[in-house]
């Protein structure tokens, strides 16, 4: 999951805790990226999916994710990839 939002009335400890979990790795505690003002952000996550979830479960799951670090903020686009559904292409082997 890729949430992109901006922060509203972030004070310096929301800042310093933002940039503490920065990085862009998809995490289940999740990363923030965001621009130089720490206003923007782009937050990744990953979220455990059982057979039956789809991409509202999924959505529901990265906004709690984002909750939890508790600040302030809103949401401007949310993107999912569901892992299930990527395939890998293999190069041949020469025989």
């Not at 789809?54 to 909750?67: C, F, K, R, V």
């Amino acid at each position: 999951m890729t949430i992109r939002g901006k922060f509203k009335g972030l004070d310096d400890a929301g800042r310093a805790a933002v940039t503490a979990v920065g990085g862009a790795a998809y995490t289940e505690g999740g990363t923030f990226t965001h621009d130089a003002s720490v206003s923007a952000f782009t937050f990744r996550c990953q979220v455990p999916a059982g057979p039956d979830d789809g991409e509202d479960e999924a959505a529901l799951g990265a906004m709690a994710a984002l909750d939890a670090h508790g600040h302030p903020y809103e949401i401007l686009h949310v993107a999912v990839t569901d892992m299930r559904r990527i395939k890998i292409r293999r190069k041949g082997r020469g025989v």
